[in-house]
């Protein structure tokens, strides 16, 4: 089972270290992490994307929270939070498929931010399950190269009943 | 408001911060890096224990922090001094020790270049310290070192490690220590939830076979006296850890021993059979527990710990209760009736009567039996305080002598680390002059850090080292027995080394005893010189540590292993 943590740390030297440090100690799966700054430069927010049962989510939270530097954790619940993800994929293309390409990068309101005569480089947001969608169907011509950010997540707002 | 500056250089800023702290001690070993600081030092109002090995720093701070409750401070240059306290740190953060490390470091200008005596120890000990620090600019110094006192010694205590590159020494500064910390991310709990101790009351009064099971969080919250009231109160039998050891009196009628591996037959009798078991600061180590799944299966579980992510992390819990062990126990002992305990106290008592702990005593005129020793001590000088290494002494020791107090056993428990207790007697010797401090060692243990005896001659620290002599390193030698079929591999060292003429060579007493008779003697002759003694009791030389559990075996599955001549 798959859990999103979003977790404010100090911004300050070596804290991406004791983070990674003791998932890695005590034996936890990172599947991804993403660090950047908030509105307040003291402080840094990481997404981290942890995999196990409850127990282990337990003691991951417990465990961020020993650290001096991490401020706060919240487990965000995929039901009452929004998340993102923003890959780049560069894919083989030539003049025979370019425009096919770009109809598949349309449908999934990706952008195309690079053409080169044998390439083309697509932009796209949304949740992991779009971005493994468009990586399927963009598969057959060839991808080159691929990044992932990596999750990002905030908690919804309150709904008002 | 205006605060009050002084201008000073970072080195001296080291000493002003130490003084506002109450830091009368410090034991350390200077370098390079640290020449503005020990200049300082030279002539500070505090107290220097140069040691003859960095290790011996990290272990003497952590003995003298033991033995008072204070934090323990230590000092060491860049790289290799900063490599040989890692064993001391390690040891500390796994024994929850409070201690403020410094360590040297290159100039900043010159980090990250592999420059002379670089090491990279805030990195190295990040997973061993409760936080570290690099300090980049000398006016953060007296913040830091705020905090780092503050982090130590509050919550669950711990080492923290400061490196200080040299420039920052040399930097000069508006001196200002700051009263209070800020520490958005750091906040312990200390009182329990109510609602929590209520239900645990509730089940304290309902229970028939209640045991209490103590760890070293009874010894770092001063909670004895609470354990106590409670365990009478509430009419619980109570086993203590290795660290807990001198949290409940030994000849008192409730207690039960030592849990675990090489604890009493009664106390493992008692937890298995519980239908409740109170935890207060213990953290269900796998040397108590044996067999996970079979530990204290019938029992509800009440936790009491200060640090919730010792919570349902190796046993799940039924009643969890985080907060300071003293201020839960206080509040229990208000809410809690006496437990319906009285035909399980008979069957303990039955237990106790038939399952003692044993060994076939020596005859006069005989070799050495090494628990006949402890016991001997104990007679000899109830009020000491025993330092141990690590090894079938270190078992014994917490077998057979009677601790009557908190902070009069000191060894190294979760780290496991031979060439400990040596150095910490030092601490705890200079922390209680008043007392005799012994440190229990074996033959092997004690070269660990046997070149502390210069320390203790130059310094005039009069701890008596006793050390077990038995030619073998003597708990592996008893696994290969009982496991490897007797093949003594790379255990044996009779290496014929004359303790008695080492002390000598360093100036310090050295007494030999080989004969059961000449124990007491021993004993009393190196008490009465007020002088450091080593003291070589050749002792039988394969006698094992019993009642053993063995590895994954659940605890009452307790084998004795009494050698019969």
Not at chain 1, 19 to 34: E, K, P, Q
Not at chain 1, 84 to 105: G, H, P
Not at chain 2, 107 to 135: C, R
Request: charge should be negative; aromatic fraction near 8%; include cysteine.
């Amino acid at each position: 089972m798959r859990h999103t943590l979003a977790v404010l740390v100090e911004n300050k030297y070596g804290v991406l270290t004791r983070v990674a440090g003791m998932f890695s100690r005590r034996g936890y799966n990172i599947d991804s992490l993403t660090v950047g700054v908030t509105d307040d430069p003291t402080m840094s927010r990481m997404t981290i994307v942890v995999r196990g049962d409850d127990e282990v989510l337990e003691q991951v939270t417990k465990q961020l929270n020993k650290l001096i530097d991490v401020i706060r954790v919240t487990d965000l619940k995929s039901e009452d939070s929004v998340e993102r993800e923003l890959a780049l994929i560069k894919v083989n293309s030539d003049v025979t498929n370019r425009s096919e390409i770009m109809q598949i990068a349309d449908i999934f309101r990706a952008r195309i931010i690079d053409v080169a005569s044998k390439s083309m480089v697509i932009e796209v947001t949304g949740d992991e399950g779009k971005i493994n969608a468009i990586e399927q169907l963009l598969r057959p011509f060839g991808i080159k190269e691929m990044v992932r950010t990596g999750k990002v997540a905030l908690k919804r707002g309150q709904k008002s009943s | 408001m205006t605060k009050a500056t002084e201008k000073m250089t970072g080195a001296r800023a080291f000493i002003e911060c130490l003084y506002r702290e109450g830091v009368d001690t410090i034991f350390g070993y200077p370098g390079g890096v640290l020449l503005p600081i020990y200049d300082e030092l030279y002539d500070a109002d505090i107290r220097h224990i140069l040691v003859r090995h960095e290790q011996a720093a990290v272990h003497g701070a952590e003995g003298y922090a033991r033995a008072t409750g204070k934090t323990g401070v230590c000092i060491a240059t860049s790289g290799p001094g900063a490599t040989n306290l890692v064993t001391g740190i390690a040891n500390a953060y796994m024994d929850s020790i409070p201690m403020v490390v410094f360590t040297g470091q290159v100039p900043s200008s010159l980090l990250g270049n592999d420059a002379f005596q670089e090491a990279n120890i805030t990195g190295i000990t990040m997973p061993i310290t409760k936080h570290n620090y690099l300090v980049q600019d000398a006016n953060e110094l007296p913040r830091i070192i705020k905090e780092a006192f503050h982090i130590a010694s509050t919550g669950r205590p711990g080492p923290v490690l400061i490196d200080l590159p040299k420039d920052v020494t040399v930097q000069e500064i508006d001196f200002y220590y700051p009263d209070k910390v800020n520490l958005r991310g750091y906040n312990p709990t200390y009182h329990g939830n109510m609602q929590q101790i209520k239900k645990a009351a509730a089940l304290i009064g309902k229970a028939k076979n209640p045991v209490i099971y103590a760890g070293g969080g009874v010894i770092s919250s001063d909670a004895s006296k609470e354990l106590i009231e409670l365990a009478e109160k509430v009419k619980a039998p109570v086993t203590t850890t290795l660290t807990g050891m001198g949290g409940f009196p030994v000849e008192h009628e409730l207690f039960l021993g030592m849990p675990g591996m090489h604890g009493t037959k009664y106390a493992n009798y008692a937890i298995q059979e519980s239908d409740l078991l109170i935890a207060v600061g213990a953290r269900f180590d796998d040397r108590v527990t044996g067999k996970l799944k079979a530990f204290a299966s019938d029992a509800e579980i009440i936790h009491i710990d200060i640090d919730p992510a010792e919570i349902s992390k190796n046993v799940k819990v039924d009643i969890p209760i985080v907060g300071d062990a003293k201020w839960i126990l206080q509040k229990l002992l208000k809410y809690a009736d006496p437990s319906q305990s009285e035909k399980w106290l008979d069957r303990i008592a039955h237990w106790k009567k038939t399952n003692p702990l044993h060994y076939v005593p020596p005859g006069t005129g005989d070799g050495i039996k090494p628990q006949y020793i402890i016991e001997q001590i104990s007679e000899a000088c109830k009020d000491a305080i025993i330092v141990t290494e690590v090894g079938q002494h270190q078992m014994w020791a917490a077998q057979y002598f009677k601790f009557s107090e908190p902070r009069t056993f000191i060894t190294s428990g979760g780290l496991g680390t031979m060439g400990y207790g040596f150095p910490a007697s030092i601490g705890a010797k200079i922390a209680r002059p008043d007392r005799v401090v012994f440190d229990i060692a074996g033959d092997g243990s004690f070269q660990m850090n046997s070149q502390e005896l210069a320390t203790v001659v130059k310094e005039d620290v009069p701890v008596i080292v006793a050390i077990f002599n038995n030619g073998y390193l003597g708990m592996v030698r008893q696994w290969q027995e009982l496991f490897h079929n007797r093949r003594y591999s790379a255990t044996c060292i009779q290496d014929s080394v004359d303790f008695v003429k080492l002390a000598e060579a360093y100036g310090a007493l050295g007494i030999r005893a080989t004969k059961r008779d000449e124990v007491r003697p021993a004993i009393e002759q190196a008490i009465a010189s007020g002088r450091p003694t080593v003291i070589d009791f050749v002792v039988e030389c394969e006698e094992n540590v019993s009642p053993m559990v063995p590895a994954g075996a659940a605890i009452n599955e307790i084998l004795d292993l009494e050698r019969k001549e």
